[in-house]
């Protein structure tokens, strides 16, 4: 990266001093993650976005779902910056408040809705959080999705139902995968048809409504890659996300959120040799990172997070400089009632065992 960039952010860090708490999810590029305070996982932010309440400002190198819940999560006297407001998430965005509104409206209609708990997957905004929180149920992500899952299943009882939203792939392998249920208890919930696109009959025997909903990056890997990486690279491990499609997680030796890859990566014999179904930026730093270790992408395609990629070093820059010149610039802040909502939501997340 541009050394002239490098030394600014530098000067502006030091500069703010404890002021300025940086987080960075794994899929930030390199030149973000030199920045950042703190690295983790979307379940580890969360709650290190917590850890300093004394930083008034908390530049957020992440997408914009992630931002919210730290503004949510974090006192009233702190900010927090998104230093790109373009990097969404697009599978945060298949599900809109409206839309999920209509959903329960039909859950009511065909007369569930009271058996029915909704688990919200992290990557949704902050009035799907709200949503949730005002209906009993819990947010997850990729690293307590089986614990939550657990709960809910648990607090929805006999002939209970769960509302997974909106990563399909997610609700799908946690219950098929991770507990073993069977596949046949799943249905997917289309926003865009009358009653979902199901029938009362359908409604009535499913187990798990999936919200139709995925991520652009991890729906392209595919069982081809999986293979062909078991053709060409004799006794490969293949490590992938639970955002990918269930055949795909089907076949992978081990399945988990970006800090379990990393950890799992870290504790594996040299020599071991890994394909990664991940985010790029995270792949090409494990590889970078565990030269004793043989580390490819899954995917011969390029396969960044667009978004995420929207965070770069000249945005981190502004953002601190700005704050160095007494000026906030994007500020996340979540309407309060919105937030109290979240907050119950994400409160029950963080109160789940383990
Ligand atoms: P993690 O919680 O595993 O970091 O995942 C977040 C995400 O957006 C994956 O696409
Ligand atoms: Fe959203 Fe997928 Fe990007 Fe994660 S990788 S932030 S789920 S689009």
Known sequence: ????????????KAALGDRVFVLGHHYQRDEVIEFADTTGDSFKLAKEAAARPDAPWIVFCGVHFMAESADILTSDDQTVILPDL???????????????EDCWDDLVEAGIADRVVPVTYMNSSAAIKAFTGRHGGTICTSSNARTALTWALDKAGDGGKVLFLPDQHLGRNTYARDLGGPLEDCVVWDPHKPMGGLTPEQLDAATMIL???????HGRFSVEAVEA?????PGVKVIVHPECRHEVVELADEVGSTEKIIKTIAAAPAGTKWVVGTELNLVR??????????ISFLEKNVCYCSTMNRIDLPHLVWALESLVEGRVVNPIRVDPDVA??????LDQMLALPG
């Open 340 to 345: 109290h909502h979240a907050r119950i939501a």
């Open 229 to 233: 990486a078991r053709r060409d690279i």
């Open 86 to 100: 373009a990097a969404g998430c697009s599978m945060a965005d298949m599900a809109a408040i409206d839309q999920v």
């Open 285 to 294: 730093r494990l590889g970078q990172q565990f030269p004793e270790q043989q």
């Open 211 to 217: 919200w139709r909903g995925h991520c652009s990056v």
């Open 1 to 12: 990266s541009d050394p002239e960039l490098v030394e600014r952010a530098r000067a502006a």
